[in-house]
């Protein structure tokens, strides 16, 4: 499995039985390795790095993953490798969103991640400038994420707002495909569901107000589409540009 996929553990007392089922690693040596930093003052971030594996540049992903943690200087490197292509996504810790290495250092669209070429050799300086939140609001969008009748597992929600042609927040869908982006202000938001096998989708238009003082809640349900090439349908109509606000809280790590 990988970080998007892992179950979220709530712990209220001492807990036992949270099992692991290893798998050898292949006898492989290809690698990829960088750095994950903060986009606009390129400070080093802890995050999760994740590389899904394709066999060709836009084919089907053949569902073989590697994941590594940076070090203290946002180092990292993703090892025993197959020969293929890889989309590679950084999930930072704390208020910055999941971001896809892209030739520009940073993208939250997965038709534009770059996919990195590896063979036998360590593929180096695959850099990832991650995207930081701007919420700051007490508004919230809930629902659930399906294919197929079947909650989806791992999709990254982001938040975009129509208001400010604004990039907001993200979080991650649960092992159900129930997600929450809370710490919305008022205003008009798009939600957009992507995840490496799926074909990314946006959501219409949704508009938050506040009832007097009361945050709202709206729900917004989205249906994922398995992807034939992986590539995004050329009807999803995602935001290609946004600005970036002052960082707030994120939900993507509560």
Not at 21 to 37: E, N
Not at 121 to 133: E, L
Not at 224 to 251: C, H, I, K
């Amino acid at each position: 499995s990988n970080p998007l996929e892992a179950d979220r553990l709530r712990l209220v007392r001492d807990t036992t039985g949270i099992d692991f089922d290893l798998s050898p690693a292949p006898a492989t040596t290809g690698a990829v390795a960088g750095r994950v930093t903060a986009r606009s003052t390129n400070v080093p971030l802890p995050a999760h790095v994740v590389g899904f594996h394709r066999q060709t540049p836009v084919g089907r992903f053949t569902g073989f993953i590697r994941h590594a943690q940076t070090d203290s200087t946002g180092m990292y490197l993703l090892r025993e490798l197959r020969s293929g292509y890889y989309v590679v996504l950084a999930i930072p810790h704390g208020d910055f969103l999941p971001t896809f290495f892209d030739t520009t250092g940073g993208t939250t669209r997965l038709s534009l991640a770059f996919p990195v070429a590896v063979n036998s050799a360590t593929v180096s300086n695959i850099n990832i400038r991650a995207f930081p939140d701007t919420i700051s609001g007490m508004n919230r969008v809930q629902g659930t994420v399906s294919s197929r009748g079947v909650g989806v597992q791992g999709a990254i929600l982001y938040a975009y707002s129509s208001t400010t042609n604004g990039l907001v927040g993200a979080t991650v869908s649960e092992a159900n495909g129930a997600y929450r982006l809370v710490g919305l202000s008022p205003g008009s938001y798009q939600i957009a569901a992507v995840k490496p096998g799926y074909e990314s989708t946006i959501s219409q238009g949704l508009l938050l107000q506040y009832s007097g003082s009361m945050p709202m809640t709206l729900t917004q349900n989205i249906a994922l589409t398995e992807s034939p090439t992986d590539v995004e349908s050329a009807g999803g109509d995602l935001p290609r540009s946004f600005m970036l606000g002052q960082n707030y809280p994120n939900p993507f790590n509560p």
